[in-house]
């Protein structure tokens, strides 16, 4: 895949799955891969949430978060992805459905990430925008019995929260890749197909920005 593009890039993957290897790691690196392929001399970095240490949002310290800028009082992971996606020129998003949600891992992180901007946006004095603001990212989901658009519902609001930018697909699911059970027999959401759409996209929107 050729493009024309020549500038590198130096991409995020972030898999939400407490399992490695399975569909959803298989699509984020399926998205790198593409996009790898299309520029070279890009990097990439795939981080698991099942490996992070963060804890829930406490809510009740909300008055650091408005006198701290996208900063948390407690000490663990959050901050550090947080940094990660900001030094990242596009961030790759993916996560499973689990029990009618995504797993406690991912949600307990987008629940950091997102109570951090949440607080100093409403409640803050200050006007310091969110160090990952506008950066594109490209989103995935997948549900082994079930449709898996909410998931990239889910991911979209978690993405505008903190002002990133969710890149769009021109055909269904529109949101991002969506899968249904195993990646190469799913011939309703084409996981595989999309994904080097989902890479073209991203890529243009990184273009744009630059």
Known sequence: MDLGYDLPMNILGIVGSARKGQQTERLVR???DHVADAIP???SDVLHTVDLSVSPCRVQCSSFCTTHPYQCSL?????????QIAGADAVVIGIPRYFRGPPAGFHTLAERLTSMSFFYQSQGAGDAPSPVAGTPCALIGVAEYSNPHHLL???????????MYPVRL????????GCHGDAERDEIFTPLERAKELATALIEAVDRGR
């Open 30 to 32: 399926a998205v790198l």
């Open 41 to 43: 001399g890009t990097t």
């Open 75 to 83: 000490s663990d992971d959050a901050g550090e992805v947080l940094d």
């Open 153 to 163: 519902e889910y991911l979209v609001g978690f993405a505008t929260l903190l002002g």
């Open 170 to 177: 021109e055909r269904f699911p529109y949101l991002g890749v």
